[in-house]
C-alpha cells in the first residue's frame, strides 16, 4: 500500500497504469492510500501544485503453496509432507494453531494443518489440508481347538489367515 499525506490547500491527481492495477482509498484526515491489485509492473504518478511525482512498482504473485500428502493415516503413524515448489521458508500449523515445523519436508501426525510459505521475494502464501487418522482394525485370530496351532514337519506350513467380512478393514 502506498500512501500520501493529503493538505487541504492542494489539489491530487494520481494517474495509474494500468488503471485497472490499483484502487484510491481515501482514509481519515485526507489521507490516500492505493490498494495495488494486479500483479505487474505499474507506473504511478502523482501530481500537485507542488510537482509531478511518479513511482515504478512492480507487485508479485503470492506463492500458492500444493502440499503433498497422504490422505490417511494409520493410528501414531507420522508421514512425511512437502510442497510441490521450494520456498525461502515454511511455518507449519496444528488444527489448534502451535507451531509444529520450520521444516521444508516435516514429518507430521494425522491432524488438519495450515502450511505457511515465504518466496525469496518476501512474499506469503497459506494453504491448509488434513490427514486423516484410520483406526486400528477390529483383528481376532482363533485355531479350530481355540488353545494350539499343530506345524507340519519338514517344512512348517503356517496357518491360513481368512477374513469373514470386510466391516474392520
Known amino acids: 500500500m502506498l500512501e500520501a499525506t493529503y493538505y ?3 489539489t491530487y491527481d494520481w494517474t495509474i497504469s494500468p488503471s485497472d492495477a490499483a484502487t484510491i482509498i481515501k482514509g481519515e484526515n485526507g489521507k490516500v492510500s492505493l490498494q495495488l491489485s ?3 509492473t505499474h ?3 502523482l501530481t500537485s501544485c507542488s ?3 511518479s513511482k515504478s512498482v512492480t507487485v508479485y504473485a503470492l506463492p500458492e503453496p500444493v502440499v503433498i500428502h497422504p490422505t490417511f493415516l494409520c493410528e501414531g503413524q507420522t508421514a ?3 510442497t510441490n515448489t521450494n520456498y525461502q521458508s515454511y511455518k507449519w500449523k496444528s488444527s489448534i494453531g502451535l507451531n509444529v515445523s520450520v521444516l521444508d519436508k516435516p514429518f507430521l501426525y494425522p491432524d488438519t494443518y495450515t502450511c505457511e510459505v515465504t518466496d ?3 512474499c506469503k502464501g497459506v494453504t491448509s489440508f488434513t490427514m486423516s487418522e484410520l483406526p486400528k482394525p477390529n483383528i481376532s485370530l482363533s485355531t479350530p481347538d481355540n488353545t494350539d496351532v499343530c506345524l507340519t514337519d519338514p517344512s512348517p506350513a503356517y496357518p491360513k489367515l481368512f477374513a469373514l467380512d470386510a466391516e474392520d478393514g
Request: hydrophobic share 40%; proline share 0%; charged share 30%.
Open 8 to 10: 487541504e490547500s492542494l
Open 120 to 122: 525469496v521475494k518476501g
Open 43 to 45: 507506473s504511478i504518478i
Open 38 to 40: 494486479k500483479v505487474g
Open 51 to 53: 510537482g509531478v511525482y
Open 80 to 82: 512425511k509432507v512437502e
